[in-house]
């Protein structure tokens, strides 16, 4: 059973200040997600990690990929409020449909980090 | 351009009164996905469809089902809700290495 784990669960931050949420997940994957979701809303994409040693960065968040390690991070750089929201990493299950003899990957989400910015 | 739209945004119904979720996508995607969100909890998968071909979660309780008339519709039908399906409702299609969700439909449950 694939399990994801992100940590932390909260997270207090003042502006300006630099952090890092950590996901770990139990077994063999290349790809993953992290979503950013705000109160009452959908999830919003944020990056596809597909390969051992990806990186990716939009603005202040920066995520990267570490598949030996089962580890994916994500750094926040100079928080500010606008950042706060939920940040769910998730992992992709591989599953195959027999009738067509192809795989789709099915998601599963960490319990998500819930970030609070405050001046 | 509204890819993955679902409808109602919000739906109240009552304890045991049968309830349906739609879900329609302009993106022409085989793979479809329904996911449950109780609040503070992390999206949970119930089922996924690659064209017709349907699958659901093992832990998907039966009073949960879907149909999917066409590659651009999927639905969700609650028979007989209770008060702990109170939640979240997001559909998400996928092609390659992407999913697209929708804005999800939140289920109050009276």
């Known amino acids: 059973e694939l399990k994801v784990e992100q940590n932390p669960l909260f997270l207090s931050m003042q502006e300006g200040k630099n952090y890092t949420i950590y996901c770990n997940y139990s077994?063999?994957?290349?790809?993953l997600y992290w979503y950013r979701q705000d109160p009452g809303k959908s999830l919003e994409s944020l990056f596809v990690?597909?390969?051992?040693?990806a990186v990716k960065q939009e603005g202040r968040l920066m995520a990267s990929l570490d598949t030996k390690a089962r580890l994916s991070t994500l750094h926040i750089t100079a928080a500010v409020h606008d950042l706060s929201a939920t940040y769910f990493c998730?992992?992709?299950?591989?599953?195959?449909?027999?009738?067509?003899?192809?795989?789709?990957?099915?998601?599963?989400f960490g319990k998500g980090t819930k970030l609070s910015v405050k001046p | 351009d509204a890819m993955v739209i679902q409808n109602p945004r919000y739906q109240v119904t009552q304890f045991g009164k049968p309830v349906t979720l739609s879900c329609s996508q302009t993106?022409?995607?085989?793979?479809m996905y329904w996911y449950q969100q109780k609040s503070s909890q992390a999206p949970k998968l119930l089922f996924h469809y690659y064209d017709k071909d349907f699958n659901n979660e093992a832990d998907t309780p039966d009073n949960f089902q879907s149909r999917r008339p066409n590659t651009s519709f999927c639905f969700l039908d609650i028979r007989s809700p209770g008060l702990g399906d109170a939640a979240m409702y997001l559909c998400?299609?996928?092609?390659?290495?992407?999913?697209?969700f929708g804005p999800g439909t939140r289920l109050t449950v009276t």
């Open positions: 998730a992992v992709v299950l591989d599953f195959l449909y027999m009738n067509y003899g192809g795989s789709q990957g099915n998601l599963i």
């Open positions: 077994t063999t994957s290349d790809r």
């Open positions: 998400a299609t996928s092609r390659a290495h992407e999913q697209y």
């Open positions: 993106l022409n995607h085989n793979v």
């Open positions: 990690l597909l390969s051992n040693g």
